[in-house]
């Protein structure tokens, strides 16, 4: 009876994660819409973008926006390097940043939190140096502060992969096209859970420092909006080119350091993780970003039971046989994915699942042995694009 009871839960757990809980969204979006106002705007604006040693992609990011359609006039770009040695600083300010702070190693989002300290503008727009965006990107950001609800907006990451992309680039898009659902339908119904760093804008008077140096600054930043009682929104026409990575270590690495910090960032809430403080928001951050990283226990729990009840019932078999097929095909796209074979949906989407979920579950056992994480290293790719 025990391992059926654990069998069922583990396995209810999984489906609510992945399934569910968008279904329970979509249904709550048809019977309580919560529609906001957009409308064309021109406010000032302060652009921040913090950078570490991205000599290479920093004059590309600066030209991309001051080439926004956004009056120039109105925008100020400021560039703050946290410790670059590698000539970022003097490149920002030849390829023309309005600002550029040369600041020793302080982290992200104390970085961040001195070029607020020297911004003008009405809105702040943060967004990372490897990302770039179309033109009018700006402005239709600046369109949804119309609605006076709204403090603070998430744009659209759209991960670009090669048509001969490594399986974990073809993972990592489509994961990216899955949280572009999730947030699609947490608009509807009010706030999203966060936004990217690669770029989102911030109401000013809405800006709340945050000190958690191990968090990640894009959660932290963009949940104290909710959390101070306005609303996060989510603008599918904002759209931020991103390179996707190709190497299942590199990636296995970077995951871990971003979900421990992310964990970080959302018990940081406190109080805000209650619904009666923050309604359905808090909500959406447990079953969206808390929950779904404890999925790879429940998957290894639904095993282990379905180990037991199929030494007792043949019918059984048939449930573990498909996860070991499933992990079989994972496997193989492991051994494979530097191959043309490996690039087949039948294994890379194994393989990505459990790198993902096995990343999540590390993030998870770090963080409960007290490891922080509050150094960053960008990537530094340069979308082909915009």
Known sequence: MIALAVAIVSAAVVAWVYAGYPLALALLGRLRPRPRSVAPLEPPLSVIVAAHDEQEVIAAKVAN?????YPAGMV??????????????????????????????????AALNAAEREASGELLVFT????????????????????????????????YVEEDGRPVARGE????????????????????????????????????????????????????????????????????????????GTEL??????????????????DALLPTRTGLYALEVIFHKLLRRFVAFFLVALLAASFVLAA????????????????GLAAA?????????????????????????????????SLALGVRFTTWEPAC?????A
């Open 333 to 365: 796209g492991a051994l494979l994915a530097h191959t043309r074979v490996g690039r087949l949906k039948p294994l890379w989407i194994p393989y990505f699942f459990c790198l993902a979920n096995g990343a999540a579950a590390i993030a998870v056992l």
């Open 128 to 159: 990372d140096a490897d990302s770039l965006f179309e033109p009018g990107t700006l402005r239709r950001l600046a369109s949804n502060f119309a609605d006076e609800t709204v403090d603070a907006v998430a744009a659209n990451v759209v991960r």
């Open 173 to 248: 898009g489509l994961y990216w096209r899955y949280e572009r659902l999730l947030k699609r339908l947490e608009d509807r119904v009010g706030s999203v859970v966060s936004a990217s760093g690669h770029l989102y804008a911030v109401r000013r008077s809405a800006f709340i420092p945050s000190t958690e140096a191990a968090g990640t600054d894009d959660f932290l930043i963009s949940s104290q909006v909710v959390k101070g009682g306005g609303r996060l929104a989510f603008d599918e026409g904002a759209v931020v080119l991103v390179e996707t990575p190709d190497e299942g």
């Open 76 to 109: 100020e770009l400021i560039v703050a390097s946290d410790g670059s040695d590698d000539g970022t600083v003097a490149a920002a300010r030849a390829a023309g940043a309005t600002r550029v702070l040369d600041l020793p190693r302080v982290g992200k989002l």
């Open 253 to 270: 690495r970077r995951k871990v350091r971003v979900m421990n910090r992310g964990l970080r960032s959302a018990l940081a809430l406190g």
């Open 312 to 327: 007792s019932s043949t019918g059984w078999w048939i449930l573990l046989g498909a996860q070991l097929a499933f992990y």
């Open 65 to 69: 926006v001051l080439g926004s359609d």
């Open 381 to 385: 790719a340069r979308p082909s694009s």
